[in-house]
């Protein structure tokens, strides 16, 4: 069984920067891609941030463009999302999931999703 395990969530505030991990046990994947997804109270599920399991090809949302970096670790199975210059509009829970097929942005797309860290960020 796939399991996908955020941690590094937190209470911050604006400007500080916090660092996302997710760890992917049950399967070593070889294709594909790791992406964050975000949801803050009261709005849907959004795309943060992907990147390609093979070639690392990165894709943002126009939001968080310039301020977060996406990367894996294919040795051990794992994602990261470093987030600099957090502002309170970032305050989320924050999905760490993995999509074996191609399409990266939308929600659907994913077959794997972990239960969420929460990320706060005070003005």
């Known amino acids: 069984q796939v399991q996908l395990l955020e941690s590094g969530g937190g209470l911050v505030q604006a400007g500080d920067s916090l660092r996302l991990s997710c760890a992917a046990s049950g399967r070593t994947f070889r294709s594909g891609a790791m992406g964050w997804f975000r949801q803050a109270p009261g709005k849907e599920r959004e795309f943060v941030a992907a990147v390609r399991w093979t070639g690392g090809n990165t894709y943002y949302a126009d939001s968080v463009k310039g301020r977060f970096t996406i990367s894996r670790n294919n040795a051990k199975n794992a994602g990261y999302l470093q987030m600099n210059s957090l502002k309170p509009e970032d305050t989320a829970v924050y999905y760490c999931?993995?999509?074996?097929?191609?399409?990266?942005?939308?929600?659907?797309?994913?077959?794997?999703w972990g239960q969420g860290t929460q990320v706060t960020v005070s003005s």
């Open positions: 999931a993995f999509n074996t097929g191609w399409i990266i942005i939308e929600e659907g797309s994913y077959d794997y």
